[in-house]
């Protein structure tokens, strides 16, 4: 059974950072493409943040390129997805979510908010 597990979230004033973590555990075989995500209520969730198994390759969300970064830690079954210079649009939920076998398994999520 594939776990999947973030944190990191919490309140940060606008221009701000934070680093969330996400970590997979159970049955997971080789390395696997992983990915953020973030919702807020009443809209669709959206793709934030993705990178494949072996980390040479990331594909970011347009809101938020060039001030987040994807990377992993594969030793560990780490993702970890550092948020710089956020806005208050950057609030929501962030998920991770790895890929296994055509199976998605996501996390619990962790809240992001910023404001003042």
């Known amino acids: 059974q594939v776990h999947v597990v973030e944190s990191g979230g919490g309140l940060v004033q606008p221009g701000g950072s934070l680093r969330l973590s996400c970590v997979a555990s159970?049955?997971?075989?080789?390395?696997?493409?992983m990915g953020w995500y973030r919702q807020v209520p009443g809209k669709q969730r959206e793709m934030v943040a993705l990178?494949?198994?072996?980390?040479?390759?990331?594909n970011y969300g347009g809101a938020v390129k060039g001030r987040f970064t994807i990377s992993r830690e594969n030793l560990k079954n780490t993702v970890y997805l550092q948020l710089n210079s956020l806005k208050p649009e950057d609030t929501g939920v962030y998920y991770c979510?790895?890929?296994?076998?055509?199976?998605?398994?996501w996390g619990q999520g962790t809240q992001v908010t910023v404001s003042e």
């Open positions: 159970g049955g997971i075989y080789g390395l696997k493409r």
């Open positions: 979510k790895l890929v296994q076998f055509d199976a998605d398994y």
């Open positions: 990178i494949n198994g072996d980390g040479s390759r990331t």
